[in-house]
């Protein structure tokens, strides 16, 4: 056997090699087109598609939706375990920014910067941005964190090993360990609120309306509204995470 | 040509049988039921998160009982917010009804939250004083409603 001589013409093994390699190109090349409109866009077009709006001229920084957060997700209460929390951020007239969070503005905020060198200040809310193609969920060994059809980020406790790789990815800082779980831990958007048709306990409780979130499929939806009359942008776009989670009135010092 | 299978392949095919097979019987077992059907992640997780309880009722409930504060917060400027917004999470006494399950908030650092002056709140957002000079040593709600706060006390 080893000896016989391989009876094929030249002509028809450079034919039939470069069949395969094409067809092989081409499949990898469908494959991955779908991989990305998967990301983009799940099947189930009868249920939401969750999106959310925060208006940084509404948000006074009172802190009711960090309490409330923690209130209705039992959060643990050490100042440094937070689904969400609120930063002030205040631009001095050198240029220089001064950004802080104490117990994630659950306890309100006392303006530390004299009134005379403050060129400019607000208040930027932080959450789960509920991504498309988030990195969390790309990174997790097991598969126990994922999009639900609703595209909301979710976290499967009872699967997921604490091995801490999404803590790491999330490039929101949007996650941790739960210190008595071992396991990972983040926003749902209240996902059992919205099943029971209620708002997330911290839009339910912030008294100017700076948070909303809405179904991004209602072209007639208030949130789409909201998109189409307002400049708004996400938070690090260069990194194609496909948030969800959209700003208005972003400055460029947010980060 | 004649067709001839070396032995080791004979073998090798069994090996690999086995290997596949009892891969195949252990993935049977360690995969949890539901994994798979709707992405790379356990369907029945979905129902999971479903699970926590509420705490916070929504102010619908509240106004099933609470009509007359519904009807005065409507008359002036908190009429847009919430009653868990200060009260906190109201689950609890929306089942028991008892007083002492819900939170009243008073005191002069409890209203500043909101209405203390800062440079980051926008005017339009929020009405603004400065609790160093307004009326110093006195609480809010003697002289406010806090459900209707231009409606002034004596």
Avoid at chain 1, 3 to 28: C, D, H, P, Q, W
Avoid at chain 2, 117 to 145: P, R, T
Wanted: hydrophobic content about 35%; glycine content about 6%.
């Amino acid at each position: 056997m080893g000896n016989e001589k391989i009876r094929i013409s030249r002509r028809k093994f450079l034919k039939n090699a470069t069949m395969v390699a094409g067809a092989a190109f081409g499949y990898a090349w469908l494959k991955s087109s779908q991989v990305l409109l998967f990301a983009a866009e799940p099947k189930d077009e009868s249920l939401p598609w969750y999106g959310i709006v925060i208006d940084i001229q509404k948000c006074i920084g009172c802190g009711s939706c960090a309490k409330a957060c923690k209130n209705e997700n039992d959060v643990p209460k050490e100042p440094f375990f937070f689904r969400t929390w609120i930063e002030q951020y205040t631009v001095k007239n050198d240029g220089s920014v001064n950004i802080v969070s104490p117990n994630g503005g659950i306890d309100g905020f006392v303006q530390t910067v004299p009134t005379e060198e403050i060129f400019k200040s607000f208040f930027v809310p932080k959450m789960c941005n509920h991504c498309a193609k988030s990195p969390c969920i790309q990174v997790c060994p097991v598969g126990a964190t994922y999009d639900s059809p609703e595209g909301v980020v979710l976290i499967d406790e009872k699967y997921c090993i604490g091995c801490r790789y999404c803590v790491q990815a999330c490039p929101y800082g949007c996650r941790f360990i739960h210190p008595v779980k071992k396991v990972a831990n983040k926003c749902t958007l209240c996902y059992h609120r919205l099943k029971k048709g209620l708002a997330p306990a911290c839009m339910e409780v912030c008294p100017t309306g700076a948070r909303m979130y809405g179904n991004l499929r209602d072209k007639n939806g208030e949130l789409v509204k909201f998109l189409k009359e307002h400049t708004t942008q996400v938070l690090r776009p260069h990194l194609n995470t496909g948030s969800k989670l959209y700003y208005n009135a972003l400055s460029s010092e947010v980060r | 040509m004649k067709f001839y299978i070396p032995p080791q392949i004979p073998r090798l095919a069994i090996a690999f049988a086995i290997f596949i097979s009892l891969f195949l019987l252990l993935r049977h077992f360690l995969v949890p039921d539901t994994f798979g059907k709707y992405g790379h992640y356990r369907a029945a997780s979905l129902i999971d998160n479903e699970q926590p309880e509420i705490h916070y009722s929504g102010q619908e409930a509240c106004f099933k009982c609470h009509q007359n504060i519904e009807d005065k917060k409507a008359q002036d400027v908190h009429s847009e917010i919430h009653c868990e917004t200060c009260h906190g999470p109201g689950e609890k006494h929306v089942i028991s009804s008892k007083a002492e399950d819900i939170f009243k908030p008073s005191g002069r650092e409890f209203c500043g939250k909101c209405h203390a002056l800062n440079a980051a709140k926008l005017k339009s957002a929020v009405f603004q004083i400065d609790l160093e000079k307004h009326n110093v040593g006195k609480n809010c709600i003697e002289c406010h409603n806090p459900h209707q706060p231009w409606e002034m006390k004596k």
